[in-house]
């Protein structure tokens, strides 16, 4: 007979984890699963850990705004250090275009409670110490944002959620998940059944692949990114910075660096061809590109000793927008998948949804921002104007 839970969680990454936290401190018995050996070991442990909310979607925003709470007063709360840095996300500026996308989004943003302004060339070189002065036209800066360790961050989660009662459940992939008529009401794992009136798919870059499983069609595909750190050095570096010039190489649409609270130096680009699927063998040509952006930007830099690199995948959606939302066809399914690279930032303010979405079939988002996140929705729309 299959062992009986409220919920069941499907994924123990960025989004899953926190999830399960959320549903457990609604008072729910729950179980997550993973196909992994632990918890944050798929690309959780491949994110760069900043936290943003300064996004151009609504949605974005206040998932992350809510993110943010929980992240910069989890020690405070909670007791457990989580290398929680201030010090806020620069966007520096160099091109007019890209000035007037950039100043065009503040009044949205601020309309959402951003703390977010355009500050003067001076004001950027204060911040971003030996930038590149040449051409430099200004930028935003939002103090409030920061990083966060991600695996850090994922067993803190965990060990709150086992507190309240969760259950977290390893190498123990799902196979196949039970149905009445078209309501889900558990899972087969390799080693089991389980039974549940609600599950939430939180699977991060494998979400795709459960769309045959659950007989619907879930839009979501990985595309691999890489990533580095360096050495550390002595802390000169408060904010992450987001270049969003597009690579003199051509291979390059922005970059995006920060100090971690160790004061290494940890790095990531957006090529400008994706490379879809999940193979995650670096690529000799990363490092070479990154530093000459890099060095580009901020000439002393080019004296950076680097660790190493690695790949994750982001699990795209075609709009490049999150899918979090009850499945009407389907009852006792919900989907927090398709996160497009920012799973990790947006983790526990999607959890919080989730739980919501589970126990009171709402999501705490207002209607006319939530409807974004729809399953439903037309994925040929308009993408993001600053992802």
Not at 9 to 21: D, K, R
Not at 58 to 64: E, M, N, T, V, W
Not at 233 to 246: G, Q
Request: some cysteine; overall charge negative.
């Amino acid at each position: 007979m299959a062992q009986a839970f409220d919920a069941i969680v499907v994924g123990c990454g960025s989004v899953g984890v926190p999830s399960a936290y959320y549903l457990a401190r609604k008072g729910l018995k729950v179980l997550a699963l993973d196909r992994r050996s632990a918890v944050g070991q798929g690309e959780n442990k491949a994110a760069i850990g900043g936290v943003r909310a300064t996004h151009s979607d609504p949605a974005k925003i206040l998932i992350c705004r809510e993110s943010l709470r929980e992240f910069s007063t989890w020690k405070e709360t909670h007791g457990v250090d989580i290398d929680w840095k201030p010090g806020g996300y620069c966007f520096p500026v160099y091109g007019e275009e890209t000035e007037g996308v950039l100043k065009g989004i503040l009044p949205l943003q601020k309309s959402y409670g951003l703390n977010i302004d355009w500050v003067d060339t001076d004001a950027i070189a204060d911040l971003v110490p030996g930038i590149e002065r040449e051409g430099l036209r200004g930028g935003t800066f939002s103090p409030e944002d920061g990083q966060v360790s991600p695996l850090k961050a994922a067993v803190a989660f965990e060990r709150a959620a086992m507190e309240l009662g969760a259950e977290f459940r390893f190498n123990e992939p799902v196979v196949a998940y039970l149905r009445d008529g078209d309501s889900i009401t558990g899972v087969r794992t390799a080693k089991g059944e389980y039974s549940a009136p609600h599950v939430v798919l939180a699977a991060g870059a494998d979400a795709g692949r459960h769309s045959e499983m659950l007989g619907l069609n879930i839009p979501v595909e990985p595309d691999s990114h890489e990533a580095g750190i360096t050495m550390p050095v002595k802390e000169f570096l408060k904010p992450l910075i987001v270049d969003l010039r597009p690579g003199p190489e051509g291979k390059t649409a922005n970059f995006y660096f920060g100090q971690v609270a160790d004061g290494a130096i940890i790095f990531c680009y957006t090529p400008k061809e994706l490379f879809k699927g999940d193979n995650r063998e670096s690529l000799s040509e990363f490092l070479p590109v990154l530093a000459r952006r890099m060095v580009s930007l901020i000439p002393r830099m080019r004296h950076l000793l680097v660790r190493r690199v690695w790949r994750g995948c982001y699990p795209m959606t075609p709009d490049g927008v999150p899918i979090v939302d009850n499945v009407g066809s389907v009852p006792g399914l919900t989907l927090a998948v398709g996160m497009c690279g920012q799973g990790f930032m947006m983790g526990p303010g999607t959890g919080m949804n989730v739980a919501e979405l589970v126990t009171e079939g709402r999501s705490l988002l207002p209607p006319e921002v939530q409807v974004s996140l729809r399953f439903g929705r037309d994925y040929t729309g308009k993408k993001e104007a600053l992802k």
